[in-house]
């Protein structure tokens, strides 16, 4: 089993709709949490950090994590064709350690 | 310009050459990374770097090499090039705990 699971998709919803991005993880260790977005032919760009359960909103992104199920997600809410990229869920265990432990990324197409 | 630069942004060589590619920062980050991206298996860590004169391996090291003598600056070098390491490389800062940020990347191509 990957340490961390990501449904590649492709997803493609209209625009206005609710999106939903999720992963799966099986590390325990892992303790703070990201989201990454990625444009097409760009570097990813850090989008949404949390290191703890719960939800941790920020205009119309909101990130989840629920440790006991360690299952995560991402809404996008009134999802904007500027959207439109590539997300990447990011895991760390903290303290000392740096590394990051990425999903494969889930590719969103909004739709005008 | 404060941020992290990666050159060339394409480069395309031949199957046994040697190729260097090369990540600075400004931000004097500690920690600096590198990924290459290929379709099916997303993100997979090469080496890093802890410090300058430090570096370890990651999950694919095998045919590459790297070194930190300045902090700003982190170089990959394909020592002899092959066609499997046709992909997008990313080179990767942090300064804290709560994320990187990443270069533009590295289009490779062998032929």
């Known amino acids: 089993q990957k340490e961390v699971e990501q449904d590649p998709g492709p997803l493609s919803v209209p625009e206005g709709a609710i999106v939903s991005l999720n992963c799966t993880y099986s590390?325990?260790?892992?303790?703070?949490f990201m989201w990454y977005r990625q444009y097409s032919r760009k570097g990813p760009e850090l989008l949404m950090y949390t290191y703890s359960s719960g939800n941790k909103e920020d205009g119309r992104f909101t990130a989840q994590v629920d440790k006991s199920s360690k299952y995560i997600s991402l809404f996008i809410r009134d999802s904007q064709p500027s959207d439109s990229a590539t997300y990447l869920c990011a895991m760390g265990s903290g303290g000392s350690n740096y590394k990051l432990t990425f999903g494969k990324g889930t590719l969103l197409t909004v739709n005008p | 310009d404060a941020g992290i630069t990666q050159s060339p942004r394409y480069k395309i060589t031949e199957t046994g050459r040697q190729v260097t590619l090369m990540c600075h920062q400004t931000w004097s980050h500690s920690y600096m990374f590198w990924y290459r991206q290929d379709l099916g298996h997303g993100l997979r860590l090469i080496y890093y770097s802890a410090a300058a004169d430090i570096t370890d391996k990651g999950e694919v090291p095998d045919g590459y090499v790297v070194s930190r003598s300045k902090t700003e600056n982190f170089p990959l070098t394909l020592e002899s090039a092959t066609r499997s390491q046709t992909s997008v490389y990313f080179c990767?800062?942090?300064?804290?705990?709560?994320?990187?940020?990443f270069g533009s990347g590295t289009r490779l191509t062998v032929v």
């Open positions: 590390n325990s260790a892992f303790q703070y």
């Open positions: 990767a800062s942090s300064g804290q705990l709560y994320g990187y940020t």
